[in-house]
């Protein structure tokens, strides 16, 4: 239960923003909480892969916040959450032995913080009267997801 539990809220923070959760989920690889050794995402747990996904991730928090960012709703912004999520899901699952199980949730949870967090996100902008107050809030529930889903 754990595994669902867990690869769902990585899929949800994946949702919200594409690489939180893979950034997220190589950390704890890196320090042993998601056990990848000796599987074909060890790589995820290697010393300057979770340093580089940090960047990536922190260049797409500055990105989500420029005017001319597309959609989180087209096809290949869409397509981009549920593979990551889906590969966050995957080596959860994989450290507790439920490849498929926590393949499912991360893929189930990337569609709901998708959906979700346009929702969200477009009724907080509405609420503040701009973008940006409602975008860092976003921003920091997708952090707080994925630090609850590893890191508790």
């Excluded at 939180?20 to 892969?49: M, Q």
Aim: charged share 10%.
């Amino acid at each position: 239960m754990f595994i669902f539990i867990n690869a769902f809220l990585i899929g949800t923070a994946s949702g919200l923003r594409a690489l939180i959760g893979i950034a997220a989920v190589s950390w704890a690889a890196r320090y042993g909480i998601v056990r990848l050794d000796h599987t074909w995402l060890a790589f995820l747990g290697y010393a300057f892969t979770p340093y580089i996904l940090t960047l990536m991730a922190i260049a797409e928090l500055v990105n989500d916040k420029l005017p001319k960012t597309p959609s989180r709703l087209i096809l290949s912004q869409f397509i981009t959450r549920i593979v990551t999520s889906a590969l966050c899901g995957l080596a959860i699952g994989l450290s507790g032995n439920g490849m498929i199980l926590g393949l499912v949730a991360g893929i189930a949870g990337a569609v709901a913080g998708t959906f979700g967090g346009a929702k969200a996100r477009s009724l907080l902008a509405r609420a503040f009267g701009r973008d940006l107050p409602a975008a860092l809030l976003e921003d920091a529930v997708a952090l707080g997801i994925a630090a609850f889903a590893l890191f508790r």
